[in-house]
């Protein structure tokens, strides 16, 4: 079945390849409507998904996740707009040279083919992922999780039901309905149709992918990321940032989960930290010499320092200066979004220079990597690995390129 | 061992990241001045090599592949001085935008990190690709083939030799010296260390590779590539383009393997292509409407028309015009380099735009496929993938990117 379902993708795919960014705009107008016309029926399938799952006793946070709503709904359309008004990047040629032997070589930006996005919980997902490949002229196959398979199968019906009123074919965007495992490891050795794996999910899922897929993939999400006070940091700024990083939204990949502060102003810099984590009633896992200011603060393990909490949790530990702090980045950190508070020119190029991840700040909250804050647009996920994309993904990253060759009998 | 090996290339990466153009550019002059300093013993070791294969009876052309002598060794030098003459790539910031926060986002191409690299035969690679990785700052694990081992301790050694001499690191090289297929297999999986694995020979290890690795893969190489004589082609240009893709090297990926033809021109192509290829006593394997015209060519079978020979071999269909032979292509064909011979403007858009391939040529040889004729300069393998990296990589496909923000106590 998995089979022909890529078959069906890569045929989908050609069809995508040839349409112009009008066609593709019209399409996905139809799929904006279609979930305004097929909202009701949305929301029933949703209905069922809440029931099943607070039946299984599941969090509050996790049923946040999988609820839909009217301003839901309509909040996907509004991002389909944006996505609208976005350049289409399929075509453009990025470089055009002319050879000493009369060749004219240029590369051109074209779709990667078939885009597999296995997903977790929130169902939104599914436009997002699906709207932004059909920009980009790539098939899609959508495998998301048990919890929303009623969900996903609404807005994936809708979406198909879109693509056929606009004359193309429903299968460009197609959704595994068996969400059981094997489905799962079948798609992640699809590697005959899938030109590119994309997993969005937390740190069990991404390991499991990494393992077993044989078809490319890009790895998103974790991230255990630090901010850094050195020693002629702004304390007011630092306060803001840390609060900032770590609580206006601590279950997402981009909040900080570390402090690092430099040795001689821990006693200065420290209390009024911890003054405005308490508002949030955020735990502090620290070092010897972090519990020796915060008096309340449990005793961190090198385990903790490793840990994406996702929580109101942060791991604090005082080090001797910049140099120990990015050490200390670069051995615990999984390489997403890093910063440093500081006064000093020569440690904020040292920091940019020598921390290892997909994005580096100073005097700047973590909070801001994202498609949208980095002005990208759309975002399909944020990758930490270093191969074809890193940090968050816009359109771009959603294509690969072609040489193309203009000769005139040339022959080597 | 091989953890060690990792571990020992993350800690040289770290300090190749460091250094300056300056500094890289002198250690690949050093390591140039070394090899020619030991080529005594890199002959020696090769002899070794070369008497173990005509002892197990290996080919002439394996041999021809295994050989250094003292022209090879020079030219592996001159090579190292061209790339000494290229532009670095490392550091150059590709994008900086201000956001309406007042953050100022940059985009700056920074080293993968540890590249492993699992080849075949050819002892210059050990060192074309540790000079490439040197250029970019990447830190270098080498699995070279069992035949060349001797050939490969000396190479490697002797850049080693050079990179202690420049006072850097010598693991920034390394050389995995057990050649059975478990380290191949361990390496592989080492993702706690490897950024980037790319294979380089045949089809058989990038599949082993692409089937067992979980770190990230570059697939290189396979080509089964195709010209297309379309119906208003020049016959002349067709008979010398089909020449040099087929004659001139027919062992190397960009050689062509299969050649289509248009049926309203075949009884007029046919006969002077298959006049030219019997010079070189190619063998054609043609379809029933091919063998009505070039008499003595055997019957191709389907899994002609998939393999790629690297013989003196054609597999040839006479199709029914060029939507025939782009769907044949995109169908049998392994996405490296295809051509049209044409002098219809439609058709050369239509073969430039629906061709799925790394390089699409009208009126050229796909023997040009390749980092130098591109103008790349260095050329660390050619993609047949689609994600980082398609067609020949020079020296910024051994790049990644990181954000670097600049902000001034923005939080989000």
């Known amino acids: 079945m998995l089979e022909q379902m890529g078959k069906n993708a890569k045929s989908a795919s050609r069809v995508l390849g040839r349409l112009s960014t009008k066609e593709k705009n019209e399409a996905l107008n139809n799929i904006a409507k279609e979930l305004m016309l097929q909202r009701d029926k949305i929301l029933a399938a949703n209905a069922e998904d809440i029931k099943k799952a607070k039946d299984n006793g599941i969090s509050d946070v996790m049923i946040d996740r999988l609820m839909l709503n009217d301003k839901r709904i309509e909040s996907m359309c509004s991002a389909i707009g944006e ?40 169902p939104n997902v599914s436009v997002d992922a699906a709207t932004i490949c059909l920009k980009t002229s790539n098939a899609v196959i959508l495998r998301g999780g048990k919890e929303a398979i009623n969900s996903n199968i609404a807005l994936s019906e809708a979406m198909r039901d879109a693509l056929e009123k606009s004359g193309l074919p429903r299968d460009a965007v197609q959704l595994i309905h068996d969400t059981n495992r094997e489905t799962a490891t079948k ?55 840390v609060d900032n990083a770590k609580t206006q939204r601590p279950s997402v990949c981009n909040a900080i989960e570390n402090l690092l502060v430099h040795e001689s102003i821990a006693e200065k810099a420290l209390p009024p930290v911890y003054e405005r984590l308490k508002e949030h009633s955020v735990e502090i896992r620290g070092c010897e010499k972090t519990r020796a200011v915060i008096k309340d603060a449990k005793p961190a393990t090198d385990e903790d320092y490793y840990t994406e909490f996702l929580d109101y949790i942060l791991a604090v530990k005082v080090v001797s200066g910049v140099d120990e702090a990015i050490e200390h980045i670069n051995k615990y950190g999984s390489g997403h979004s890093e910063a440093i508070i500081t006064e000093s020119y020569k440690n904020s190029q040292k920091f940019l220079e020598l921390i290892d991840a997909a994005a580096v700040y100073v005097n700047a909250s973590t909070r801001f990597t994202d498609g949208g804050e980095f002005g990208l647009g759309a975002e399909m996920g944020i990758s930490t690995q270093k191969l074809h994309a890193r940090g968050p993904m816009g359109l771009c990253a959603m294509t690969s390129t072609k040489f193309i060759i203009y000769g005139d009998g040339q022959t080597r």
């Open 187 to 241: 798609l992640m050795r699809l590697n005959k149709y899938v030109d590119v794996l994309i997993p969005r999910g937390g740190a069990g899922l991404i390991r499991a992918v990494v393992d077993n897929a044989n078809v490319p993939v890009i790895e998103t999400g974790v991230g255990n990321c630090h901010v850094f006070i050195d020693e002629s940091a702004d304390i007011d700024m630092a306060v803001k940032i």
């Open 83 to 122: 996505l609208i008004a976005l350049d289409d990047p399929v075509g453009e040629v990025i470089s055009m040279t002319k050879r000493p032997n009369g060749l004219l070589i240029g590369q051109k930006r074209v779709p990667l083919g078939v885009v597999a996005i296995i997903f977790e919980s929130r």
